[in-house]
């Protein structure tokens, strides 16, 4: 199973991955992380001078891409997450279940101030990470295998197993 998770940087999507990773154990679980995948900086556009990393071009996703497959050939499931988890159509054929993850302005606003990773972002970069989320990161499609949750608080992953269908999938794989 291949499961994907989107949303704007600081919805969750790290947060759940590694929930879900926990809470389905013993299945052999794998995390992949987008930002793994980032390129080198000199590859990637600048705004402003600044390394502009809101663009799919930031991330190498043939790289990912093969290592969702490669991945999904050792592991009974894959959790492939990231801000552009759905912006690419031969990633988003691979995914049995998506899972989009969906936060306020003003909790994208409060949560990026503290997010120190990558240093102390400057206002206007902040307001051009939340603007290419929407040129960007959005799903393109939506259909009985796709959730669309509020990240806004702590997810009930009791109510999520439903929808993830583990169960069938364990039976599957048996």
Known sequence: MIIGIGGVSNAGKTTLAN?????????????????????????????????????????????????????????????????????????????????????????????KSRDLRWGKEPDWYMEHIWDSHFKCGLLKEIDKNTLILSGEESIDLDALLPFLEIERFILKVS
């Open 19 to 111: 929930r879900l990773q926990k809470k389905l154990s013993p299945l052999k679980i794998c995390t992949l992380c987008q930002d793994d995948f980032a390129r080198p900086t000199y590859e990637i556009p600048r705004i402003n001078g600044h390394v502009d990393w809101e663009l799919p071009e930031s991330i190498d996703l043939p790289k990912y891409y093969r290592h969702i497959l490669k991945e999904h050939e050792k592991y009974d499931i894959v959790i492939a997450e990231g801000l552009f988890a759905f912006c690419d159509r031969h990633i988003n054929k691979q995914y049995d279940k998506k899972i989009f993850l969906t936060i306020s302005k003003e909790t994208f606003w409060r949560r």
